[in-house]
């Protein structure tokens, strides 16, 4: 398999169009080839292309800032001596002197599937601006590694955000140039947008359903997104950022477990599988227990729940529904204890009137169902699964593999 950037570096007649223009780069330290050469370095070395700026997302160009609202300033790299602009600091949209700083945008972000994740706003962002100032956007295509599965509720109308750059659900299953293809019609933009396609991505194969496991080296897109295993579950477990649960960030396992000092773990688990047990197929559910060390619930001894979805024998990438898993956990916490202060109210991603959990998911949807507790599993699963099949039918003509 090759992915964009290696396309583009191997490819000449690639390269052609952007001879004579001034070329800026956004990317993040997963911006690799297969031989884990920065794209910044890998496009330095070709004489033809005029690198004049780079571009930093959220937790930066190279470096790593742990944790959300933790911004990067903008800086001269101290190889090429161009300028980089952080998307995530003074600003998050770019501005008219750093677009006037390039020709051609190349966007070579590593993703993980899911709506939450910021840089598929950055991405709306930069093609916004470039549609304005005259700017042509090319994305060296990357592969989802949570695949084609499609799961949650449609973001609604004016719940958009940082965290919520469109009408689309949790998991997508778009890569990020067919992500741009989509932004590109639906907000009726003018501009000269390109992909760099990959070649030979197969997300339906196993054992990697998306990611190309054991070919290629897992490199962190953000700093608490450590292998495969948490990009399958993201998609659920990002919801724990809106709750006073732990997600495990201060542990070496983040985003693939949850958990609080105050839980009953061997009763959630009994009353999980009695409400909606298909809600939990494709993975296994193991009690655990994790002190973090740093964030939420620091220094003290948790019971949690980890969820496995590496081994093949126990995985199912069609079952598997990470959305719908951590939903029932919290329904499930809020039916034992109604009054659990389970919803956390704090300044999410630069929103500050509106609960995190509920820009989280582009709208109070899923909080209200949990805290009705008179409210069935098959009238939520009923509601989501409209959604769902309207995405399907809406992202189908900009599907690129």
């Not at 390269?15 to 794209?39: D, I, M, Q």
């Not at 980089?84 to 993980?112: H, I, K, N």
């Not at 760099?196 to 700093?223: C, D, H, K, T, Y």
């Amino acid at each position: 398999m090759q992915i964009g950037l290696e396309r583009l570096v191997a490819d000449a007649t690639l390269r052609a169009p952007l001879a004579g223009r001034r070329v800026a780069l956004l990317a993040h330290p997963a911006s690799v080839t297969r031989g884990l050469t920065h794209a910044l370095d890998a496009l330095a070395a070709l004489p033809e292309v005029k690198l004049s700026a780079a571009f930093g997302p959220q937790h930066g160009l190279r470096g790593d800032k742990q944790d959300n609202m933790v911004e990067s300033p903008d800086f001269t790299d101290p190889r090429l001596g161009i300028p980089v602009f952080s998307l995530y600091g003074e600003v998050r949209r770019p501005t008219d002197a750093m677009m006037d700083s390039f020709d051609v945008l190349l966007v070579d972000l590593q993703d993980l599937g899911c709506r939450i994740y910021t840089f598929i706003t950055t991405l709306r962002y930069v093609l916004e601006a470039a549609a304005k100032h005259g700017k042509a956007v090319w994305v060296l295509d990357r592969p989802n590694p949570a695949g084609r599965p499609v799961e949650g509720f449609t973001l609604r109308e004016g719940w958009e955000s940082f965290v919520g750059a469109g009408p689309m659900p949790m998991r997508h299953g778009l890569t990020m140039g067919e992500l741009g293809h989509w932004f590109v019609a639906t907000l009726g933009l003018d501009l000269d947008y390109r992909v760099i396609p990959m070649q030979g991505w197969q997300p339906e194969a196993a054992p990697g359903f998306g990611w190309p496991l054991g070919e290629r080296s897992w490199v962190n897109p953000s700093p608490n997104a450590p292998n495969l295993s948490m990009a399958r579950a993201y998609a659920g477990t990002v919801m724990l950022e809106g709750t006073t649960l732990s997600e495990g960030r201060g542990t070496t396992r983040p985003l693939e477990l949850f958990g609080a000092p105050d839980l009953d773990i061997p009763r959630l688990l009994r009353d999980m599988h009695a409400l909606a047990p298909q809600w939990l197929r494709g993975c296994v559910l193991r009690e655990c227990w994790f002190e973090p060390t740093f964030h939420k619930h620091v220094g003290r001894l948790c019971a949690g729940v980890q969820i496995h979805v590496e081994d093949p024998a126990h995985y199912d990438h069609a079952a598997f529904q990470p959305w719908r898993l951590q939903t029932l956990a919290f329904r499930a916490i809020r039916l034992q204890q109604p009054d659990y202060p389970l919803w956390r109210d704090f300044p999410y991603e630069y929103e500050r009137d509106r609960l995190a959990i509920d820009l989280i998911n582009g709208s109070p949807l899923l909080r209200e169902w949990v805290d009705d507790v008179q409210a069935a599993p098959e009238d939520f699963d009923q509601a989501v699964r409209a959604d769902e099949t309207a995405w399907l039918e809406a992202r189908r003509p900009h599907l690129l593999y």
